[in-house]
């Protein structure tokens, strides 16, 4: 069936295109002999592209745009380079995860020996008292047990560490943190949190979700300048991988402070949607009254919750017990009735909420919220989002669709966290474990992301996991739960058009189209012709963000 809205905004793409053509405004920059995806139903597949300015002015075959080009626009032959919208990643944390750039690695250390190996080398390059943060362990890689305070003590003795599971739910501190943060045996759990204890009650190191929060204020914050640049190398980085836009969906307000002074300064290499806590909304909604939403380069508007932890740390929020822990159902990162009244008072003041919820419990309750915000709020396109969506009820799928909630997922976490599900989940919780498949065919509006730094920035890989769903171990090649597979085309779409959806956006991004902003992305391999498992092997040879050239070059 034809979408209207569609048929709408196609129409307002195609009077664009004439009003530049009829403007006498030649082609700046033309790409023939592509294979260019367009992400448009009706024409998904195009040969040659035009740019006027920022905006793509003419999508065809080579001879037209030929045709249209004049002496002064660079025409550039990719020799059957495949180009279609630059990806949108729905779901990062961009400052934290470009300041991990330059922290210890230590999501591929394979043994408890590897591990503390590669904390004492990072401290040795540290300053006396300088914090140690960063680095996504994960415990999987060397079998499963928990790391303690005990294992790194004697090689970080004047280093304050602070390293966080790749989850972001569990952190690791050495003796000398729990010292400065002031954690002792007699301190209580928060709410929302969790301190590990032996079998005395003594801190073992580990402290889980809002627990974290008692390092606030114990370790120094970076400056201005230190948070910009950071925010820099993470802008490169991302560009590199062909993302033209993330959703930065944080917990605070330092990462949306910054995406403001460098957009003040015109500073900022690609886009961004700025999230920040629900909590806020009322100083969110004040700045949206006194400023408006932003502009395509730094948006606001978008607040996001939680509601329960994660999987990993077994602190995401189920109906049944872990089946390997039947004593826990999970902690509530925001107690229900909170955040409930937090949502109802956000979505009346009309700002977009998103939450993030992982066990099946979790998810079941968003949806009752948000639910219950359309039913006293009334009617309106507020585009409700749930963050990872990961583990879902049978009768939850549907409720997607009816209530018009994106499912803002991430398919990386699929053939990571695939590895090690079925201990927390049990056999029978499988089938509803990254239903990506499911909520398709049901019709439910589905996005793409990475979660960086808990997965990489790389939608190549997040393709691969979506239609393969192998596991990162070797131990699936027919695919993890691999009824939940997608193609490669909807794959594009959760990346692209789907995500500008998500963001109010589709009326000028996710698409090569006429009128639509020249954010592209040119690969050496064409996506929706070659063998899935030829994916993550693509690279990225050119990324442009609003008609430039950011990353790479495009002369094939």
């Excluded at 196609?10 to 790409?31: E, H, K, M, N, S």
């Excluded at 075959?61 to 729905?90: H, Q, Y």
């Excluded at 090689?155 to 602070?162: I, K, L, M, R, W």
């Excluded at 919750?305 to 994660?310: E, F, H, R």
Aim: proline share 5%.
């Amino acid at each position: 069936m034809i979408n209207r809205r569609d048929v709408l905004l196609g129409t307002g793409a195609l009077l664009a295109t004439r009003q530049l053509v009829a403007a006498g405004r030649p082609l700046d920059l033309a790409y023939i002999n592509a294979k260019v995806w367009t992400g448009q139903r009706d024409v998904p597949l195009a040969g040659a592209i035009g740019i006027s300015g920022n905006r793509v002015a003419v999508v065809g075959d080579s001879e037209r745009v030929r045709k249209l080009a004049s002496k002064s626009t660079r025409l550039v032959d990719l020799r059957g380079a495949f180009v279609m919208p630059g990806f949108i990643d729905n779901h990062t944390h961009f400052l934290r995860a470009s300041f991990g750039l330059s922290s210890p690695e230590l999501r591929t250390a394979k043994t408890r020996e590897e591990f503390v190996g590669r904390i004492a080398e990072a401290a040795k390059a540290l300053r006396p008292g300088q914090w140690l943060q960063g680095g996504n362990w994960d415990e999987q890689m060397w079998g499963g047990e928990l790391p303690s305070k005990q294992w790194i003590d004697a090689v970080t003795p004047g280093t304050p560490v602070a390293v966080v599971r790749l989850d972001q739910h569990v952190a690791l501190l050495n003796s000398l943190a729990l010292k400065l943060a002031r954690i002792d045996r007699n301190t209580p759990d928060p709410e929302g949190g969790l301190i590990m204890r032996d079998a005395h009650g003594e801190p073992t190191g580990l402290i889980k979700d809002k627990a974290k929060n008692l390092l606030d204020g114990v370790i120094p914050r970076p400056g201005h300048a230190d948070i910009d640049a950071a925010i820099g190398v993470g802008t490169a980085h991302a560009l590199s991988k062909g993302v033209t836009q993330v959703h930065v969906t944080e917990l605070d307000w330092v990462t949306h402070d910054s995406l403001r002074r460098l957009r003040q300064q015109h500073k900022v290499g690609m886009r961004f949607y700025s999230f920040v806590p629900l909590e806020d909304w009322r100083e969110l909604d004040a700045l949206v009254k006194a400023e408006g939403r932003g502009d395509d380069w730094v948006r606001w508007g978008g607040l996001k919750g939680l509601v329960d932890g994660s999987l990993g740390s077994r602190t995401a929020v189920f109906r049944e017990p872990y089946a390997d822990d039947p004593a826990s159902h999970g902690i509530y990162r925001t107690p229900p009735e909170k955040l409930r009244e937090l949502i109802l008072s956000a979505d009346a003041a009309g700002l977009h909420i998103t939450v993030h919820a992982i066990g099946d419990e979790g998810n079941d309750q968003v949806l009752g919220m948000f639910e219950a915000a359309m039913r006293k709020n009334g009617a309106r396109d507020r585009r409700f989002r749930i963050e990872h969506a990961q583990h879902l009820l049978a009768s939850d799928v549907p409720r997607f669709a009816r209530l018009n909630v994106i499912a803002s997922m991430q398919p990386y976490h699929v053939i990571d966290d695939g590895r090690w599900a079925i201990k927390p989940l049990g056999p029978e919780r499988l089938h509803g474990a990254w239903a990506i498949r499911s909520l398709l065919d049901a019709k439910a509006k589905v996005t793409f992301g990475s979660d960086w730094p808990v997965a990489p920035m790389d939608p190549l890989l997040g393709i691969s996991a979506a239609v393969l769903r192998r596991t990162i171990d070797g131990a699936n090649p027919s695919g993890w739960v691999p009824q939940e597979r997608i193609t490669v085309q909807e794959s594009l779409t959760a990346y692209t058009t789907a995500n500008a959806y998500a963001g109010f956006q589709e009326d000028r991004l996710g698409l090569i189209a006429p009128g639509y902003l020249a954010d592209l992305v040119i690969l050496d391999t064409d996506l929706t012709r070659c063998a899935p498992e030829q994916i993550e092997r693509a690279k990225v040879l050119s990324t442009l963000v609003d008609g430039q050239v950011r990353f790479g070059s495009d002369r094939t």
